[in-house]
């Protein structure tokens, strides 16, 4: 069993940052990547960035790219999520996820556990 806690979220004006954290616990030597998901209201959850434990590699949506980024503390067993330049449209409950595998980054399937979620509030 993996437990993920979220923290960081907010709220925030448009153009401004934020960073999310997501702490890591129990049999973290079963994960092999990590992931940032949203879901805004009435809409799917949606695969935002990615990144493995092991040699870093990342990977994004294409709506972050640029703006989003994905980094790992091994020696914490903590993921985070750097956010610039925020916009209304990032306005979402922001989910970390953890995988076992190394197969898709961007399906939820792909990930066994999963937090409870941080909320992320843009305001235009």
């Known amino acids: 069993q993996v437990h993920l806690v979220e923290s960081g979220g907010g709220l925030v004006q448009a153009g401004g940052s934020l960073r999310l954290s997501c702490a890591a616990s129990?049999?973290?030597?079963?994960?092999?990547?990590m992931g940032w998901f949203r879901q805004a209201p009435g809409k799917e959850r949606e695969f935002v960035a990615g990144i493995t434990w092991s040699g870093g590699g990342t990977r994004y949506a294409d709506s972050v790219k640029g703006r989003f980024t994905i980094s790992r503390d091994n020696a914490k067993n903590t993921v985070y999520l750097q956010m610039n330049s925020l916009s209304s449209e990032d306005t979402a409950v922001y989910y970390c996820?953890?995988?076992?595998?190394?197969?898709?980054?961007?399906?939820?399937?792909?990930?066994?556990?999963w937090g409870q979620g941080t909320q992320v509030t843009v305001s235009s």
């Open positions: 996820a953890a995988s076992a595998s190394l197969s898709s980054y961007v399906s939820t399937w792909a990930y066994d556990y």
């Open positions: 129990g049999r973290t030597f079963s994960s092999n990547k």
